[in-house]
C-alpha cells in the first residue's frame, strides 16, 4: 500500500512561486493516478490538480489553471506541484493524493503541507 510524504510547504509572498513535492513510498507508484487538494481555514476540501499514471495527462481547477503545474517523475515515485504567481487566496494544507486502477476516487492520503501567501 503506498504512503505519501508531502514537503514544500511555506510562507511566501503574493505573486511569488513554491514548488511542492509528494513522494511515495511502496511498490507500484505507476498504478497510480495522482492529485492534489487543497483545504483553507473554515472550507471544504477541494480540488487542485491531478495527473494520469502516465504523466503524459493532467487537469486542473479553473482558480489555479495557467498558474500551477503538476507534473510526475515515476522512478522517484514523486509527483510536483509548482505554483506560481500565487495569491493569498492560494493559502491553504495541501494534500497529495493517490488512487489506484480500477478506482474512481482517491483513497490514499498523504498528512498535508501548509501554503501561507501574505498580500
Known amino acids: 500500500q503506498v504512503r505519501l510524504v508531502e514537503s514544500g510547504g511555506g510562507l511566501v509572498q503574493a505573486g511569488g512561486s513554491l514548488r511542492l513535492s509528494c513522494t511515495a513510498s511502496?511498490?507500484?507508484?505507476?498504478?497510480?493516478?495522482m492529485g492534489w487538494f487543497r483545504q483553507a481555514p473554515g472550507k471544504e476540501r477541494e480540488f487542485v490538480a491531478a495527473?494520469?499514471?502516465?504523466?503524459?495527462?493532467?487537469r486542473y481547477a479553473d482558480s489555479v489553471k495557467g498558474r500551477f503545474t503538476m507534473s510526475r517523475i515515476n522512478t522517484r515515485n514523486t509527483v510536483y506541484l509548482q505554483m506560481n504567481s500565487l495569491k493569498p487566496e492560494d493559502t491553504a494544507v495541501y494534500y497529495c493524493?493517490?488512487?489506484?486502477?480500477?478506482?474512481?476516487?482517491?483513497?490514499?492520503w498523504g498528512q498535508g503541507t501548509q501554503v501561507t501567501v501574505s498580500s
Open positions: 493524493a493517490a488512487k489506484p486502477n480500477g478506482n474512481d476516487r482517491f483513497d490514499r
Open positions: 511502496g511498490n507500484y507508484f505507476i498504478n497510480y493516478a
Open positions: 495527473i494520469d499514471n502516465s504523466g503524459r495527462n493532467t
